[in-house]
């Protein structure tokens, strides 16, 4: 078989960046449980009329279909058109909406979750972008009505989550939030109406930066190059406390803005900034050209930053959605975060800014004396493990030189030499060696453990 061609925007990570994943995930999970969310799993798959009916998605959706079409019955010709409406979800937010409208009558409200899964987007794979990736989401979901203090508390639940994760070496996160009917409510008073066009092209500032989203401004949703420069005004303005809000109703008055739900904008958004800045001080900032492309959110909208790795863009983001989970009767509004946790491992991977202790489970390999007795080594290795100790046994009775340069290979940091029968019938002990400081000495299954810190592998910062 000729060596695969690597697929790009699949990560698939080594053993021991798989460990700094679970590390994440772990802590993540355990965060998020802290705060009373529980944890769901929805399908990998959706009715592609779901998948599409918000926001710019339709060029990224994944379509599932078979491989091969067969020619049968009508109840096979509809199978087949059924399954070509399927398409791989490409976020967990319209998955857990349609999730909420099917199981409304078991759920209590307001319904908190998490939710950890892969999701697929066929978009152009680049640095910290994929095609397949896993997110971690959290929300919370009213019936009818949803307080808006949830819109302040989220946040704060995740950077309480990523600042779980500085003890490996994760760098400082900040948690940029906007509110939509601030833009929304400026944009309107300055008689524009293609305001979700402006939306999409504001939100490209960072990539190609104000002189080019002013050309798309007048190019794509039909603004005036004085109503361009007044969004692109509006989009510069940040700050960490309800400053930020005097400053755009100051800009407001220049243009002549007069408008209730931008008002309503910004009294929310001052709201989340003062209250932030008693519970994490420093943490969540205002900034106003956050805009977020998919159109389904509706009041607050965040995006989260590794402080000195901004070039990598948000690796968590989020906002409020009022109709996205409707049944036309009922109404179920939310607010919701995601993590794209394959986007933060490969930055921490890639820039060398933690490592795994070791590369596998195993704190102990057992050597074998020879394939006669490897019964003893077995033995030895099923009494470590009933008390919770990770092992392996030697996969050959080569010299223990060789043996202990196998467990050197793979980071385990002792090696066990079971205890000899000598001439006259008795066994001598049985003993354990830290190979990197060379200590051996006398040990027994059923008592020894390794010290703490050598049991599992652990996720440190890259100069531990």
């Not at 803005?257 to 994490?280: K, Y």
Request: glycine residues 10%; hydrophobic residues 40%.
């Amino acid at each position: 078989m000729a060596r695969p061609t690597p697929l790009s925007g699949f990560p698939e990570w080594l053993p021991d960046g798989r460990i700094v994943e679970q590390h994440v995930l772990d802590t993540l999970r355990r965060v998020f449980e802290l705060h009373g969310f529980g944890g769901i799993e929805t399908r990998a798959v959706e009715p592609l009329d779901q998948l599409l009916r918000k926001g710019e998605t339709s060029k990224e959706v994944y379509v599932l279909r078979r491989l091969q079409e067969e020619t049968g019955d009508a109840d096979d010709a509809r199978r087949d058109k059924g399954d070509k409406q399927l398409g791989l979800h490409f976020d967990l937010t319209v998955p857990f909406a349609r999730y909420v409208l099917e199981n409304a009558g078991h759920l209590a409200f307001p319904f908190k979750r998490y939710q950890i899964q892969k999701v697929w987007r066929g978009e152009r794979p680049q640095d910290g972008r994929f095609r397949e990736f896993t997110q971690a989401d959290i929300d919370v979901v009213g019936a009818g009505e949803l307080p808006y203090h949830y819109e302040v508390e989220l946040p704060l639940v995740m950077a309480e989550a990523l600042g779980a994760l500085r003890d490996i070496g994760v760098p400082e996160v900040r948690v940029l939030v906007n509110n939509r009917r601030v833009a929304e409510g400026f944009y309107r008073g300055l008689g524009i109406d293609a305001v979700d066009e402006v939306l999409r092209q504001i939100d490209k500032l960072d990539k190609i930066g104000p002189e080019k989203v002013a050309a798309l401004l007048v190019s794509e949703a039909g603004v005036t190059p004085e109503q361009a420069g007044a969004c692109l005004a509006l989009a510069a303005i940040s700050g960490s406390d309800t400053g930020v809000v005097d400053r755009v109703r100051a800009l407001a008055a220049e243009h002549g803005v007069v408008s209730d739900l931008l008002e309503t904008g910004l009294g929310e958004l001052g709201a989340l900034v003062e209250a932030a800045s008693v519970r994490a001080p420093g943490v969540v900032v205002a900034d106003l050209k956050i805009a977020r492309g998919l159109d389904y959110y509706t009041g607050s909208v965040y995006e989260t930053v590794l402080v000195g790795h901004e070039q990598l863009g948000s690796i968590c983001s989020g906002g409020r959605y009022d109709t996205l989970a409707s049944d036309g009767a009922n109404t179920y509004p939310g607010v919701g975060l995601s993590i794209g946790v394959s986007r933060l491992v490969s930055r921490l991977l890639s820039a060398g800014l933690v490592r795994a202790t070791r590369s596998v489970p195993s704190a102990v390999v057992v050597a074998v004396t020879s394939e006669e007795t490897r019964g003893a080594s077995d033995a030895v290795a099923t009494a470590l493990r009933s008390r919770g100790v990770p092992v392996e046994v030697a996969p050959a009775a080569a010299k223990f030189g060789k043996q202990i340069r196998y467990a050197d290979r793979r980071g385990i940091p002792f090696v066990w030499f079971p205890g000899r029968v000598e001439e006259d019938g008795t066994r001598s002990p049985d003993q354990v060696k830290d190979i990197r400081s060379g200590e051996q000495v006398d040990a027994d299954a059923a008592t020894w453990a390794p010290p703490a810190e050598d049991l599992h592998p652990r996720v440190v910062p890259a100069g531990d």
